[in-house]
C-alpha cells in the first residue's frame, strides 16, 4: 500500500508554454500532498502544501502565479508550471501523507523530469 | 525553518566496508525519516524514527534517534554496490507537517 504515482515522467516543452503535472495517490486517500524540486545531486526543496478542497500553501520564495496547484479530489494533485522558461527545468517530486494519517509519514511519487528548451 | 545538516556530502567506499552518516541539528524534531534515492526516481522510505534514544536495525542499516531527538545517524555495515545511492535524513517540525530534508550524502560502495 501507500503508493503515489506522477504522470508524466518526462516532459519537454518549450519556452512560454504551460505544463501540467499530476500526482496521485493510487490505494489510498491523501488530504495532504506536498510539491517538491530537486536539482542535480541535490536535496529536496518543497514548493508548496496541498490541501485537499483548500488553497496551497506555498514556501516563500515559490510564486504562486506560476506554480499553479490544484488538489480537487483525495487522489489527485496537480501543479502546472505556466508560462515556463529554461530555468524552470528540474525534476519535480511529489509527495501524500500517508494512510495512517500520521503526520511525518509521506510518501514519494517516482517525480517528473521538466525540461524546458 | 529548522535546518538540518547531513554529513559526509560524498562517500566512495569499497565493497565490504562500512560507514555513518549523520544529520544534525539544533533544533527538536518530533520525528526523523531516512530515504534512499536512486537517479531519476523518486525517494524511497527506508525508516522512521520517532522516540528519543531509539534504534531500528534493516538488515545491515542501522539508524539511532539523539536522546534530545536533535540528531540521528545511519550505520551501514558491509557496504555493497547496491548500496550506492543518495541517502536523506529528513525531520518532522515539531508543528505542521513539513519536513525537513538534509542536504543528502551521495554514496558510491565500489566492487
Known amino acids: 500500500g501507500a503508493v503515489v504515482s506522477q504522470h508524466p515522467s518526462r516532459v519537454i516543452c518549450k519556452s512560454g508554454t504551460s505544463v501540467k503535472i499530476e500526482c496521485r495517490s493510487l490505494?489510498?486517500?491523501?488530504?495532504?500532498m506536498f510539491w517538491y524540486r530537486q536539482f542535480p545531486k541535490k536535496s529536496l526543496m518543497l514548493m508548496a502544501t496541498?490541501?485537499?478542497?483548500?488553497?496551497?500553501?506555498?514556501e516563500q520564495g515559490v510564486e504562486k502565479d506560476k506554480f499553479l496547484i490544484n488538489h480537487a479530489s483525495l487522489t489527485l494533485s496537480t501543479l502546472t508550471v505556466t508560462s515556463a522558461h529554461p530555468e524552470d527545468s528540474s525534476f519535480y517530486i511529489c509527495?501524500?501523507?500517508?494512510?495512517?494519517?500520521?503526520?511525518?509519514?509521506?510518501?514519494f511519487g517516482p517525480g517528473t523530469r521538466l525540461t524546458v528548451t | 525553518t529548522q535546518l538540518l545538516e547531513q554529513s559526509p556530502q560524498f562517500l566512495s567506499i569499497q565493497e565490504g566496508e562500512n560507514l555513518t552518516v549523520y544529520c544534525n541539528s539544533s533544533?527538536?524534531?518530533?520525528?526523523l525519516q531516512w530515504y534512499r534515492q536512486e537517479p531519476g526516481e523518486g525517494p524511497v522510505l527506508l525508516v522512521t524514527?520517532?522516540?528519543?534514544?531509539e534504534v531500528k536495525k534493516l538488515k545491515r542499516l542501522t539508524f539511532q534517534f539523539g536522546d534530545a531527538r536533535k540528531d540521528s545517524s545511519l550505520h551501514i555495515t558491509a557496504a555493497q554496490p547496491g548500496d550506492t545511492g543518495l541517502y536523506l535524513c529528513?525531520?518532522?517540525?515539531?508543528?505542521?507537517?513539513?519536513?525537513?530534508f538534509g542536504e543528502g550524502t551521495q554514496l558510491t560502495v565500489n566492487p
Open positions: 509527495s501524500a501523507r500517508g494512510p495512517s494519517g500520521l503526520s511525518y509519514e509521506q510518501y
Open positions: 490505494d489510498f486517500q491523501a488530504t495532504t
Open positions: 496541498s490541501n485537499e478542497g483548500s488553497k496551497a500553501t506555498y
Open positions: 533544533s527538536v524534531f518530533s520525528s
Open positions: 524514527v520517532v522516540t528519543g534514544g
Open positions: 529528513a525531520g518532522k517540525e515539531t508543528s505542521g507537517s513539513r519536513l525537513t
